[in-house]
């Protein structure tokens, strides 16, 4: 069972990336998806999550207004795009299940392997 996040790289202050979650080894669109991001010497964050069918979404205020969480349950997909990047943004960024909400906030369950998005110019 694992979850892999895909689509980081190097962006300029100001632009965008697309970032995916997919699933091997459990049906994705059974679970509430949970983006979290760790900066290097930071603790990891959560900063984003989705219910199941898309019914909710979560949104720290770090991210709030500039991230967009999305899904495709069809595909077995989850999206999280990034927009108005800037250098506190920098990060390993993972997505995970959810095995509860608390607050809208994901606990997270089943991890996968982060991606590296850095924001510099």
């Known amino acids: 069972v694992q979850l892999q996040a895909s689509g980081g790289g190097l962006v300029q202050p100001g632009g965008s990336l697309r970032l995916s979650c997919a699933a091997s080894?459990?049906?994705?669109?059974?679970?509430?998806i949970g983006w979290f991001r760790q900066a290097p010497g930071k603790e990891r964050e959560g900063i984003s999550s989705?219910?199941?069918?898309?019914?909710?979404?979560y949104y720290a205020d770090s991210v709030k207004g500039r991230f967009t969480i999305s899904r495709d349950n069809a595909n077995k997909v989850g999206y999280l795009e990034l927009n108005s990047l800037n250098s506190g943004d920098t990060a390993v960024y993972y997505c995970?299940?959810?095995?509860?909400?608390?607050?809208?906030?994901?606990?997270?369950?089943?991890w996968g392997q982060g991606t590296l998005v850095t924001v510099s110019s």
């Open positions: 989705i219910g199941s069918s898309g019914d909710w979404t």
């Open positions: 995970a299940t959810c095995r509860a909400r608390v607050a809208g906030r994901c606990l997270p369950d089943v």
């Open positions: 080894g459990l049906r994705l669109d059974y679970y509430a």
